[in-house]
């Protein structure tokens, strides 16, 4: 009993789809609501709608090896919703002619952008967006009172859970976090995305390319992308070096260098796009070797975290780290 109330009241913090994988676990089993701080759900795994472009300038694409997560495609394939992205991946080098590189399992998008996934898992569940959670204060009587950034009250709850990346929980939780929580130790490297939009329609073989030694290291023709009809576009990502070394330079010196930088790999005259910005992902992917081995879970204080920072930086497994915490909570 959680003050004389059947079922606990949940606060799951994060959209992303660790969160909604959590969340999905344990609707049915408390009174669960998920606080976003973005407009909408999606996390890392989302779109920017340009019009007449879209560009999926997160996550690329996911890939299925453990047999819960297929399970879980299986009817979003049969419908549409998901979709294996086939094509030529190449290598690509300035000044040299694309190499073909193969990839050897199916990748799959979601369509029509990469947070129509998290979409369909946000259904009926109880999701509030647009709302920062501010660090957590002192726990009363009544649970943990939750507050948006704007000092707004987002209710009582007796069970706290955080999907944040490693370095936003940590600012979340702080004060109430053991001083040797693994997750303190989870480093993340960053991401610079570059957009660009031609008018022309997408022309070259390729659907995306990997380049190595670069400031660039992948770009992906986001025409090419199954459910996606529109003119030549690309997203390219800066390398978790270059971005890291450059991250809190000045973004439209960083556009250009990059700009520049994708037009020497592609050959394409960046001067004839009609559309070019920039994202800063500042926790873009956990440093492997830094990532935590296990969730936190504190029952007694009522809190809880997870997220790819205790997995890996890969769709399938931040879906698993949400639903193991979820399982793990529902264990005890
Ligand atoms: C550029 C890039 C490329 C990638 N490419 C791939 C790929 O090709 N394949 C692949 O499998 N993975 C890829 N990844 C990794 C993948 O996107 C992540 O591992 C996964 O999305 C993490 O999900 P998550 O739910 O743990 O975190 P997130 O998606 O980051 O979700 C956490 C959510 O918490 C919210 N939040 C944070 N603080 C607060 C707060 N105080 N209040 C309210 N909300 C808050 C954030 O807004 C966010 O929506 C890529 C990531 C990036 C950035």
């Not at 606990?8 to 959209?15: D, E, K, L, Q, T």
């Not at 999907?163 to 993340?188: F, G, W």
């Not at 025409?223 to 450059?246: F, I, K």
Request: glycine content about 8%; some cysteine.
């Amino acid at each position: 009993m959680f003050g004389g109330r059947l079922k606990p009241r949940i606060a799951v913090i994060g959209a992303g789809i660790a969160g909604l994988a959590a969340c999905r676990e344990l609707a049915g089993h408390g009174r669960v609501t998920v606080f976003e701080k973005s407009r909408g759900v999606g996390g890392r795994m989302s779109s920017r709608r340009v019009e007449p472009w879209q560009f999926d300038h997160g996550t690329q694409f996911f890939t299925a090896r453990k047999p819960e997560f297929r399970a879980l495609l299986a009817p979003l394939l049969d419908s549409g919703l998901v979709r294996e992205w086939t094509g030529s991946v190449v290598y690509l080098e300035a000044a040299e002619r694309p190499r073909k590189r193969l990839w050897f399992e199916p990748h799959y998008v979601a369509c029509p952008g990469m947070n129509a996934l998290c979409k369909t898992l946000a259904t009926d569940l109880h999701v509030r967006t647009g709302i920062e959670v501010a660090p957590l204060g002192a726990r009363g009587p009544d649970g943990w009172e939750l507050l948006s950034s704007a000092g707004e009250s987002l209710g009582h709850f007796d069970l706290v859970l955080s999907t944040a990346p490693s370095p936003q929980t940590l600012l979340l939780l702080e004060n109430h976090l053991p001083i040797d929580a693994e997750l303190r130790s989870v480093r993340y490297r960053a991401c610079f995305a570059l957009m660009v939009g031609f008018a022309e329609p997408w022309r070259a073989t390729w659907i995306a390319g990997k380049a190595r030694d670069n400031p660039i290291e992948w770009i992906a023709a986001q025409p090419t992308r199954p459910g996606r009809e529109m003119p030549a576009a690309l997203v390219a990502h800066a390398s978790a070096d270059w971005s890291d070394a450059n991250v809190d330079r000045d973004l439209a010196q960083v556009q250009q260098e990059l700009s520049a930088a994708t037009g020497a790999l592609t050959g394409l005259d960046m001067n004839r796009s009609t559309h070019m910005a920039l994202h800063r992902w500042r926790y873009a992917l956990v440093d492997a070797e830094t990532a935590a081995t296990e969730p936190f879970i504190d029952m007694s204080a009522g809190l809880a975290a997870t997220g790819d920072w205790c997995a890996a930086s890969r769709i399938e497994d931040a879906w698993l780290a949400g639903r193991h915490l979820a399982k793990a909570l529902l264990a005890r």
